[in-house]
């Protein structure tokens, strides 16, 4: 070990000395050698890291770095990204800085001291200059709900939700590193459209500068769904509209994915070994009529794949849960979790259901039974970007929802297929990119129910062409093939009806998106709270007028783990003679916790 350190010693000190290496050169050697440190403290770990970003976190947790020491490693990462994509100089003071930063990681990972010839090379602690980034502010707030009543070219103008203002409040936008990938939300707003502004600096002028706009957040989209919309080929919102518009399939990679799941569950919950056969009999008892109907099992080629793929699978669930789980490095334990628990964050405007997380949430799993990203880096395998942006919604949805920061949780993306589970650290901007992306949705949403015309939902469909969802511009085999028959299939068909047809599909298509968006926010002319954004925008006494809630429950009896006929029994205190609760035997119903 301590020949190593030298080692590493040595190579930060021929960095230093060198005077034939340019800034940038000394640069890409400092990341190769950060590189090789990473790959050493993993070397007798099965992690699979995504990007350096993570393997730091990673040697952070297992050698106990400190918060500053991260930042300063990170700092490093930041720079280096910038120096070596030329869009940012280099300068000697950050080199020196980064310099000091990889010898104390050698010195804390290894234990052993830096020699007294690189020490006396390096700046001192109060010559290191490193600050975090902070914006000027007096407050921070973490959410506030306002109304939008105009922009600028510098900001909106709002009122906010929870007190009153002599003047509309100024919301700085299209700040970069900070909101800019809001731009195209702010161009959908309307008069009094409805705004969370998440994590606001306010300045000492009162100027709100938010990192998130999400617009009208009671409008939930489930966080799947809206992952999906991030395809190879773009992420515009009118994918969003054909995924909805697109028969339900019953394919074998989508039975292979259900199966997978419940696999998951027999191995979470099994005391010991789980015999394969007994859970594929269950499988069949879950999904008769998936398995009886799907047209690629009547293929016998197929049909034994599939289930070769099934006991495949099976082993690698079983080698995650028994092995890896156990591993150091990972925070999971199968004796403290819950599996698929659903999350409603009015904040972000999203809703979902998670594959596993850790009872103290602490740590999550999102599972995947088809493949990862297996050629954008040739030899490596990568996490694809929809499965990488399903994981980090539900990172921000416990962080909004849960007040869980999301420095504090452990995001895992499991390929089932490989098997492998990516640890993988926060990206904080792709996140706000999926935000913008609901916000177009839900912006489109709202105008053909507005508008309630056939033309203008005609125009609305008549966007779902390859040419306009192919924003990545993609080409070849596979594009022409593949990817572009699919999405014209629906104007293919839309275009072969009658003028009668097409004008009762349009009309019908409007009447659903209306009473969705109604069952969603609710009505405004309604007299009182409706729809499912009632469940937070209603008060208790509205609740309480309505017969919509039974509260102060004392949980008598605790049944919900039970493998069939699951039941929780609460006790009902008495309640006022006027009280009228308005519960009917199978109505679907949610517990919470009131504070």
């Known amino acids: 070990m301590n020949q190593l350190a030298n080692e590493y010693y040595d190579f930060l000190l021929r960095i230093y000395l060198s005077e034939e290496s340019s800034l940038t050169m000394k640069y890409r050697q400092m990341r190769e050698l950060l590189e090789r440190l990473c790959r050493q403290s993993m070397q007798n770990e099965q992690l699979q890291m995504t990007d350096l970003s993570a393997r730091i976190s990673y040697l952070a947790s297992i050698a106990s770095l400190s918060r500053n020491a991260q930042n300063l490693l990170h700092t490093f990462r930041l720079t280096s990204n910038a120096v070596m994509n030329r869009r940012e100089e280099p300068t000697r003071e950050n080199l020196l800085r980064d310099l000091r930063t990889l010898a104390l990681t050698v010195k804390k990972l290894f234990q052993m001291d830096i020699p007294q010839e690189l020490y006396d090379l390096l700046p001192g602690q109060a010559d290191v200059p490193y600050a975090p980034v902070t914006a000027p502010r007096s407050e921070t707030i973490r959410r506030i709900r306002v109304c939008f009543q105009s922009a600028d070219d510098t900001y909106l103008y709002v009122i906010p939700a929870d007190r009153t203002v002599d003047e509309p409040l100024k919301v700085r936008y299209a700040v970069a590193g900070k909101n800019v990938e809001f731009n195209e939300t702010i161009d959908q707003l309307w008069n009094c459209a409805q705004l969370n502004l998440l994590d606001v600096t306010v300045d000492e002028e009162g100027i709100l500068t938010p990192s998130m706009i999400v617009l009208e957040p009671d409008y939930l989209i489930d966080i799947s769904t809206l992952a999906e919309c991030f395809k190879d080929y773009g992420h515009h919102p009118a994918n969003y509209i054909l995924g909805r518009l697109q028969p339900m399939s019953n394919t074998r990679p989508l039975l292979?994915?259900?199966i997978a799941n419940l696999f998951l569950d027999e191995w979470i919950h099994a005391d010991g070994e789980v015999d394969y056969i007994e859970c594929m009999r269950k499988a069949f008892r879950t999904y008769p009529i998936e398995l009886a109907s799907c047209e690629d099992?009547?293929?016998?080629?197929?049909?034994?794949?599939?289930?070769?793929?099934?006991?495949?699978?099976?082993?690698?669930?079983?080698?995650?849960?028994?092995?890896?789980?156990?591993?150091?490095?990972?925070?999971?334990?199968?004796?403290?979790?819950?599996?698929?628990?659903?999350?409603?964050?009015?904040?972000?405007?999203?809703?979902?259901?998670?594959?596993?997380?850790?009872?103290?949430?602490?740590?999550?799993?999102?599972?995947?039974?088809?493949?990862?990203?297996?050629?954008?880096?040739?030899?490596?395998?990568?996490?694809?970007?929809?499965?990488?942006?399903?994981?980090?919604?539900?990172?921000?949805?416990?962080?909004?929802?849960?007040?869980?920061?999301?420095?504090?949780?452990?995001?895992?993306?499991?390929?089932?297929?490989?098997?492998?589970?990516?640890?993988?650290?926060?990206s904080w901007a792709l996140v706000r990119?999926?935000?913008?992306?609901?916000?177009?949705?839900?912006?489109?949403?709202?105008?053909?129910?507005?508008?309630?015309?056939?033309?203008?939902?005609?125009?609305?469909?008549?966007e779902i062409t390859p040419s306009v969802l192919n924003e990545n511009h993609l080409c070849g085999m596979f594009w022409e093939r593949y990817l572009a028959p699919s999405i014209s299939a629906f104007g293919n068909h839309f275009n072969a009806l009658s003028p009668l047809e097409q004008s009762y599909y349009l009309t019908l298509y409007n009447f659903i998106v209306k009473e969705q968006y109604i069952s969603k926010s609710g009505e405004m002319e309604y007299d009182g709270r409706a729809g499912a954004a009632s469940l937070w925008l209603a008060t208790l006494e509205e609740k309480r007028e309505a017969g919509e809630i039974l509260y102060d429950l004392i949980i008598k009896e605790n049944r919900a783990a039970d493998a069939h006929k699951a039941t929780v029994t609460f006790t009902i205190p008495r309640y006022e003679e006027e009280f009228l609760p308005n519960f009917r035997v199978g109505d679907v119903v949610l517990f919470y916790e009131t504070k």
């Open 256 to 258: 292979l994915g259900n």
């Open 297 to 426: 099992l009547l293929d016998p080629k197929l049909e034994f794949e599939f289930f070769n793929d099934c006991k495949t699978h099976f082993e690698h669930i079983k080698e995650v849960v028994t092995d890896t789980f156990l591993a150091p490095g990972y925070h999971l334990n199968k004796e403290d979790a819950v599996l698929e628990p659903s999350y409603v964050c009015e904040a972000l405007g999203l809703q979902g259901r998670l594959d596993y997380m850790q009872r103290d949430m602490s740590s999550f799993i999102e599972m995947k039974s088809g493949k990862a990203d297996e050629y954008i880096i040739k030899g490596k395998i990568e996490p694809k970007e929809n499965h990488k942006v399903q994981m980090l919604l539900y990172l921000a949805v416990l962080e909004y929802s849960m007040g869980i920061s999301h420095r504090k949780v452990h995001p895992y993306l499991l390929y089932t297929r490989y098997p492998l589970l990516y640890p993988a650290r926060p």
């Open 433 to 462: 990119r999926a935000i913008n992306l609901r916000n177009l949705i839900v912006a489109g949403e709202h105008a053909v129910q507005l508008q309630n015309s056939s033309a203008y939902t005609f125009e609305v469909l008549s």
